[in-house]
């Protein structure tokens, strides 16, 4: 580490720990009033009174009025949402934007009926945008009350749940899945379950963040399930079984054991698949002149069949009122093996001779495994927020096999090529977090925290040559290398409210030293890459919502992303045909990421949102192929073709996304997301661009309180790369699912790729390389999947739901 980027981080830890440290508490204040009857102006007693956060509208505290209609709540300084209800009269809902001096207040009740109460109630709003946050409030939407997790989420902004049990956001599976704000640490399965088994009730938001701040070290989009309640007594047995039609089978096994202070959750599952999979495609390499100087097609066809499993086991402390801990560990061994058989045409011009061959590829003894731990303790200092959590993690992923090859030439003057080739390759990693929040006066919060992780690889690969009956090392074939890295990260965020404004500042400090070594066989040909890259992550998100339920935002990230130490690598890696090797003069990507976002919830009708963004990379690393000549492994007249990363001179994106989801109930949804943009880029004076488009409809609806179906379809058009162009998307999903014996039972049916149009592939555009291909599978199969569950769950809610004053605080 550099001196003067050892400053730096000093600096910045420096700054994080003394704005937290010499914060000031939370100021309290206290709102005094009286509440009379509106026509007769007398005193009304027994009348609950309460505050509620004027952002999301959660309740925070209440009194009821005494004798002689007078009530003092204790509050922090903020802007809420005041509510005085009594039995007979119409609801008083008024906004406090400041708590300073609020210690006479007038409320005035008109007589009304109970079903003026259900109106003004069905009023609160669900959806509302706080920061970079939009958040759906399950807890104010009394529809889907009886439903579970999966049927919340149906609702939440851009979020799709399928039959079975998938969660995309904006049609994107890469998406975070937190709970109580902090990552969920379960494996797919195990997750499908809790969201499956979790009842609505218990959870009071959805929270779903599309651009991260500073906060989080994801680009990605985040997922936050906040519940609000806690298990007091459960002990569940869950037994299932998930197969389909490609064929595969999953049987797995969950229990659960809980009590006000711990539980703990083990999870077992083995499974077997058998995938087909076709491709064909042709490349074309063009000499200096232009001309054609190598051609080939192919045609592939690959089976595999896998087998495997997944043990894992959770467990939670509430070690007191303000202290948790939580620990997780999980293994997840798999074996496989696999057939290919590729038939390849290949000339050499200018010979018209056909130089092709049938090439198969068996691997009978793949083996895979991988394995995580971690630990995560939170303490709260008091009833303010103020809390420090620490979490640890790691992980390890471990693959190798032997496979054996053959090539059967067309031209049978040529004896058939045998080879055998092994391989394994290693993967640790761990990690640690510390983060702190602070609530301070005058609707501030701040919040800070570090992260540093460690890891890399290992890999070991051999070619051997049939000769002669022996097998025989090939050198430039096999070698070894091993990659490691640190990374180091220090993060601060200020957020401040003024009414239905927020604004939220962030900053992140991201240090990496990537290391990496590789060397051929016979340790020649060594080569080392040891290096570091700082840079600092700022953003800012500005949102506001008005008392219609219109909302605004904007928010601005700069993200960066390192190349990998293989990528700057020079080491050179060689294929029968071609050879790809790394850039050690590769530059860091520097990214804008720039989003302006209007929503409107529309009592009756859903939600209408547009969001236009723009991103502009610099320096952005992409794969560039060119022909050339490689002596050292080639004959010294045979151009190939060869592949390395470069940094292209600039890149953007800009588009607008439409999103409308039609809701007249907690129970039905059409949802219709559509988005064009345009990508380009300037690669050494190569400017392209071009327009795509992509549409999403999905269709959700729970029948019956039993029954929900489920459908949805898909286009993407063909989307442009660094001289690449990727073939058009496209498929349509229907799937239905549903509850039995009181939730005992549960049955899901899935249809996948109806039509059987899915399709994948790209074509490359490169000056000296041009390709074209697509790959298909076995995309249209059919789902099932039972879930037996033994046990019952009994839930309570957290004190947290409100407190008067007469109440003991915390």
């Known amino acids: 580490m550099t001196t003067n980027t050892l400053k730096k981080l000093i600096v910045v830890a420096t700054l994080a720990i003394f704005t937290i440290g010499g914060s000031v508490m939370a100021q309290k204040v206290t709102v005094k009033g009286r509440v009379t009857d509106a026509k007769t102006g007398e005193a009304m007693p027994f009348v609950n009174v309460g505050l509620m956060r004027a952002a999301d509208t959660v309740f925070m505290r209440g009194a009821t009025t005494d004798m002689d209609g007078r009530f003092a709540i204790g509050a922090d300084t903020g802007r809420y949402l005041l509510q005085a209800s009594c039995v007979g009269y119409t609801p008083f809902l008024d906004y406090l934007d400041n708590l300073d001096n609020l210690d006479n207040l007038e409320i005035k009740l008109k007589a009304g009926t109970t079903l003026q109460t259900v109106e003004i109630v069905a009023e609160k709003p669900l959806y509302v945008m706080d920061g970079e946050k939009n958040m759906y409030n399950t807890k104010e939407d009394p529809s889907i009350q009886t439903g579970t997790a999966s049927d919340a989420l149906q609702n939440a902004p851009g979020v799709e749940v399928d039959a079975e049990g998938n969660i995309t956001l904006r049609g994107v599976s890469s998406v ?24 609505a009730n218990a959870i009071e938001r959805i929270e779903v963040i599309t651009n991260p701040s500073a906060r989080y070290s994801t680009s990605g989009g985040v997922i936050n399930i906040v519940t609000n309640q806690k298990i007091m007594r459960n002990e569940l047995l869950c037994v299932g079984v998930r197969a389909n039609t490609m064929p595969s089978v999953s049987p797995w096994v969950s229990y659960v054991w ?17 995938h087909k999979s076709y491709a064909d495609g042709t490349s074309t390499l063009l000499d200096d002149t232009g001309a054609v100087s190598r051609f080939q097609s192919h045609h592939d066809t690959t089976v595999s069949n896998n087998f495997g499993g997944y043990t894992g086991v959770n467990l939670n402390w509430n070690i007191t009122e303000k202290t948790r801990l939580s620990t997780w560990a999980g293994i997840y061994p798999y074996w496989g093996r696999s057939h290919s058989t590729v038939d390849l045409d290949y000339y050499e011009y200018p010979s018209p001779q056909n130089l092709g061959y049938r090439y198969t590829h068996d691997n009978d003894d793949g083996f895979f495994w991988g394995g995580y731990m971690g630990a995560w ?15 640890v993690n790691g992980n390890t992923s471990n693959n190798g096999g032997t496979s054996i090859s053959s090539f059967a030439y067309h031209d049978p003057l040529r004896d058939t090529l045998f080879r055998r080739n092994y391989s394994l390759t290693s993967n640790p990693t761990i990690g640690f977090n510390l983060d702190y929040a602070h609530p301070l006066k005058h609707d501030w919060e701040l919040s800070a925290g570090v992260a540093a992780s460690t890891g890399g690889g290992s890999m070991q690969q051999t070619l051997d040559t049939m000769a002669a009956g022996q097998y025989e090392r090939v050198t430039l074939r096999s070698y070894d290398g091993v990659e490691r890295g640190i990374d180091l990260a220090l993060y601060a965020t200020a957020q401040k409210r003024w009414g239905g404004f927020t604004a939220k500042f962030g900053l992140r400090a991201e240090n990496t030293w990537p290391r990496s070594t590789w060397r051929y066989a016979d340790g020649t040909g060594t080569s080392e890459v040891d290096t570091m890259f700082f840079g600092l992550v700022p953003s800012l998100h500005l949102s506001y919502q008005t008392k219609t339920f219109t909302s605004y935002s904007l928010s601005y990230t700069l993200r960066h992303a390192n190349p990998g130490s293989t990528k700057l690598n020079r080491f050179v890696r060689y294929d029968d045909y071609s050879y790809e090797t790394g850039n050690p003069n590769l530059l860091r990507t520097y990214t804008h990421n720039l989003e302006a976002a209007w929503s409107k919830y529309l009592m009756g009708f859903g939600m209408l949102s547009l969001n236009a963004y723009w991103r502009a990379n610099t320096n952005e690393i992409g794969s560039m192929t060119a022909a050339g000549f490689a002596p050292a492994y080639f004959p010294a007249t045979q151009r190939v073709n060869y592949t390395f990363p470069d940094n292209i001179g600039s890149s953007h994106t800009e588009g607008i996304e439409a999103n409308i989801t039609y809701r007249p109930s907690g129970f039905f949804n059409v949802r219709l997301n559509a988005s064009v943009f345009n990508y380009g880029f300037d690669y050494q004076g190569d400017v392209q661009n071009k327009w795509s488009w992509s549409a999403r409809l999905n269709v959700w609806a729970k029948v019956w309180n039993k029954l929900e179906l489920f ?6 058009s063909p989307r442009l790369g660094l001289y690449s162009l990727s073939v058009a998307n496209k498929g349509v999903d229907f799937g239905l699912s549903s509850d039995f014996f009181d939730r005992q039972l549960s049955v899901y049916l899935n249809v996948n790729d109806i039509f059987g149009m899915a399709e994948w592939g790209q074509n490359t555009t490169a000056p000296q390389y041009q390709t074209t291909g697509g790959q298909r599978f076995d995309s249209r199969f059919v789902s099932l999947g039972l879930t037996w569950r033994i046990g019952k769950m009994e839930l309570e809610s957290k004190a947290r739901q409100g407190a008067t004053d007469n109440t003991p605080q915390m």
Do not use: C
């Not at 975070?176 to 009842?199: F, G, R």
């Not at 303790?377 to 979490?391: A, P």
């Open 176 to 199: 975070e899945i937190w709970i109580n704000d902090q990552p969920s640490h379960m494996n797919e399965e195990a997750l499908k379950q809790y969201i499956k088994t979790l009842p």
């Open 258 to 274: 809980a009590n006000e202070k711990f539980d703990i959750n083990v999870y077992v599952n083995a499974s077997y698949s058998h």
């Open 711 to 716: 459908a949805n379809a898909h286009y993407s």
């Open 377 to 391: 303790l939170e303490h709260s200092f008091d009833s303010t927020g103020r809390k420090l959590s620490f979490s």
